[in-house]
């Protein structure tokens, strides 16, 4: 276990709504990125939190933001789904925001848009 | 840019024998370079990584890999396969200066009893 933790496990929704995914980050941790990994593929990056703030983004539209609290767990926000954005949502933790920094992921939230 | 390539997206060893996870990179500065394993509805839990000391890495569960510059490689391996290392397997690189980490496909390890 690393001790990041994610909620909801699972969520379905329908296309046009909105959702909220949350992380909790390993303790002493400041920087936390989210992935999004559709089936049969590998986890694709979509933004970086470093001390609340936006460190750094991957190719995915505006309709994905995300938030960092100063306790350092944070939240990925998606507005209107699409069908495409069935997939398992990745939170990982580090230590810092350094290349070479270990990343601890939670056990995914996993949505399905229907 | 960067890049990684996992050659087989299925691999399957029976119990006992070498595992090898083939694994390219492309990158126009030194990379440094990870394996991530997958178990079913799970998160990453990282292998072992490279950040430029030795070119042999030794990670957790007997695995090891070596970097390869003039090869561009990174293949993982373990010497003698068990039951509980079937799994998803995951090549990633990230570099100096960057902020993410790019990953491979993955792939997908089976182990015959």
């Known amino acids: 276990e690393t001790g990041v933790t994610q909620s909801p496990t699972h969520l379905i929704k329908t296309r046009g709504q909105q959702v909220t995914l949350r992380c909790s980050s390993q303790?002493?941790?400041?920087?936390v990125s989210w992935y999004q990994q559709a089936l049969g593929q590998g986890p694709q990056f979509i933004f970086q939190y470093y001390r609340e703030e936006e460190n750094g983004r991957g190719n995915f539209p505006p309709r994905f933001s995300g938030l960092q609290f100063p306790n350092y767990s944070s939240e990925l926000n998606v507005n209107a789904l699409e069908l495409d954005d069935s997939a398992l949502y990745l939170c990982?933790?580090?230590?810092?925001?350094?290349?070479?920094?270990?990343?601890?992921f939670g056990p995914g939230t996993r949505l399905l848009v229907l | 840019a960067q890049s990684v390539t996992q050659l087989g997206s299925h691999v399957s060893v029976s119990e006992g024998a070498l595992v090898l996870l083939r694994c390219n990179y492309s990158?126009?500065?030194?990379?440094?370079l990870f394996w991530y394993v997958q178990y079913p509805n799970q998160g990453l839990q990282l292998l072992l990584k490279?950040?430029?000391?030795?070119?042999l890495v030794k990670g957790i569960n007997g695995f090891e890999a070596e970097f390869k510059k003039s090869e561009t490689s990174f293949h993982l391996t373990k010497p003698s396969a068990h039951m509980s290392d079937a799994a998803e397997y995951f090549c990633?690189?990230?570099?100096?200066?960057?902020?993410?980490?790019?990953f491979g496909a993955g792939t997908r390890l089976f182990v015959k009893a």
């Open positions: 303790s002493g941790h400041n920087t």
């Open positions: 990158s126009s500065v030194p990379p440094y």
């Open positions: 990633a690189v990230s570099h100096t200066g960057g902020f993410k980490t790019i």
């Open positions: 990982a933790s580090s230590f810092d925001r350094g290349f070479q920094e270990t990343q601890y």
């Open positions: 490279y950040t430029s000391a030795a070119t």
